[in-house]
């Protein structure tokens, strides 16, 4: 467009162009494009009339335009992309110090869990050993007085065996002399009657 | 369609608002004046006011300050490298001054002072200008090796020089051009087809069905300029980076 423009500028000439309905677009383009200069007869662009002026005021426009970037602006986005990062390089830092932190009290946690355990563990052994010595002492203790109370039983059984054999020889004895009475009349001694049941005890 | 109608060079006419001379040159506040400076203000005004609250977290405004702020940074980064950052305020205000400019002019009866030859001419002798007064401050006569590309035949250096110092001088032409240029065509091109629009639907109901294609074409256009617009202001910056790249490193290519 531009090589359009330019090349239509450069090479019609007055009066060449009939501005007709029927011309076409680029006929009407380039016809205006020629008359458009408002006097001058140039393309606007090309009107160096304006060149002063448009550097002027491009250089005061661009100039205050790039100081207030480099002094203002862009320090500014600088510092808040810059504040952006440090936050979140500092919270990254806080949160792995606290993962740490986490990971070392965990592990507090098991140590002392562990030496729960092994605590727990040595009060229950010894707490079975006492038990079991005191329940063995609590065993011989019973056995011995049980023992005790058999043989008392036994001594008493055998006194009263022979107590009972004792008491035997003395109703034979009776009976032999009232036995004796009944049949002989007559009286026997004591004495008799002992020898002749010691006799048939035999 | 007559001329007086629709004209689609009219909007590049240069009026005065303030008239002054100074020393016999026409200075005059001209509306290009005023838009030069509208420019400045909006850019400004947007960058200044939407980062006042200086958020931790960034509201939508905010951001597209700050991503412009990276957007330019990043690219300046691997154009130029670290060395170029230095230049980072110039290509910010470049970028953002170029932007806006092509941004307000894509609103109907405003200037695009970009369409003029002699304000991108300007700013890319701006952009040369701090390439050769930076590359021979810093290198002094070993900038000129920038001309001297590495690992060329001795026989074939006079042709590569010649060739090297040619492609240099047409810069600052090619980075004013694509800019203007592309302004320049698609306002016409706007408003050319805009103009189509009026003076067919002045042709009765045959007409106004014939106007629908061009009002099609100007509404795709003018999504299209939106598109060139951000796109040369983008190219732009691009193309001053690497140029910077060449005075911050000189034969490094």
């Known amino acids: 467009m531009f090589v359009t423009a330019a090349y239509a500028q450069s090479t019609t000439t007055e009066g060449a162009e009939t501005h007709d309905a029927a011309a076409g677009e680029v006929h009407t383009e380039t016809g205006v494009a020629h008359e458009g200069g408002h006097g001058s007869g140039v393309f606007p662009p090309f009107d160096s009339s304006t060149f002063a002026s448009q550097l002027l005021w491009l250089a005061i426009s661009f100039g205050l335009f790039y100081l207030l970037m480099s002094k203002v602006v862009m320090p500014r986005i600088g510092s808040i992309l810059e504040t952006r990062h440090d936050t979140i390089a500092r919270d990254l830092d806080d949160a792995a110090r606290s993962k740490a932190e986490a990971d070392a009290a965990v592990a507090a946690y098991e140590q002392e869990l562990a030496t729960a355990k092994a605590k727990g563990n040595a009060i229950a052994a010894t707490a079975r050993e006492a038990a079991k010595s005191k329940a063995a002492a609590d065993r011989t203790s019973v056995e011995t007085s049980l023992n005790d109370k058999i043989s008392a039983a036994e001594a008493r059984i055998a006194d009263i065996k022979a107590k009972a054999l004792a008491d035997v020889g003395s109703i034979a004895e009776e009976t032999a002399s009232a036995v004796v009475e009944q049949l002989i009349g007559g009286k026997v001694t004591k004495a008799e009657i002992a020898s002749a049941v010691k006799a048939s005890a035999k | 369609m007559a001329g007086d ?38 850019a400004t005004g947007f960058l200044y006011f939407t980062t006042s609250t200086r958020s931790l977290v960034p509201g939508r405004m905010q951001s597209v300050s700050e991503l412009s702020y990276e957007f330019i940074a990043s690219m300046l980064r691997e154009g130029a490298g670290s060395h170029g950052m230095k230049f980072f305020p110039m290509v910010f205000s470049l970028f953002m001054f170029i932007l806006t400019a092509n941004m307000l002019g894509m ?50 250096l006079p042709l590569v020089i010649s060739i090297e110092i040619i492609s240099f001088l047409s810069r600052p032409i090619s980075l004013s051009v694509r800019l203007f240029a592309n302004m320049l065509a698609g306002h016409i091109t706007l408003k050319v087809f805009a103009g189509f629009v009026a003076s ?49 490193h000189p034969g490094g290519h």
């Open chain 2, 107 to 156: 609103v109907p009866y405003f200037f695009t002072i970009t369409s003029q030859i002699i304000v991108t001419f300007a700013l890319a002798i701006f952009v040369i200008g701090t390439v050769l007064v930076y590359g021979f401050y810093k290198h002094g006569l070993g900038f000129l090796n920038v001309f001297v590309p590495a690992g060329v035949p001795g026989i074939l």
């Open chain 2, 5 to 42: 109608k629709v004209d689609p060079v009219h909007q590049f006419v240069v009026n005065k608002i303030v008239p002054i001379e100074i020393g016999g040159i026409d200075f005059s506040f001209t509306n290009a004046s005023l838009f030069m400076v509208a420019t400045m203000a909006v």
């Open chain 2, 200 to 248: 067919l639907g002045t042709l009765g109901a045959l007409g106004i069905g014939g106007a629908v294609l061009p009002l099609i074409m100007t509404v795709a256009l003018t999504g299209l300029e939106f598109l060139v617009a951000f796109l040369q202001a983008y190219v732009f910056a691009v193309l001053t980076c690497m140029y910077l790249n060449d005075a911050v």
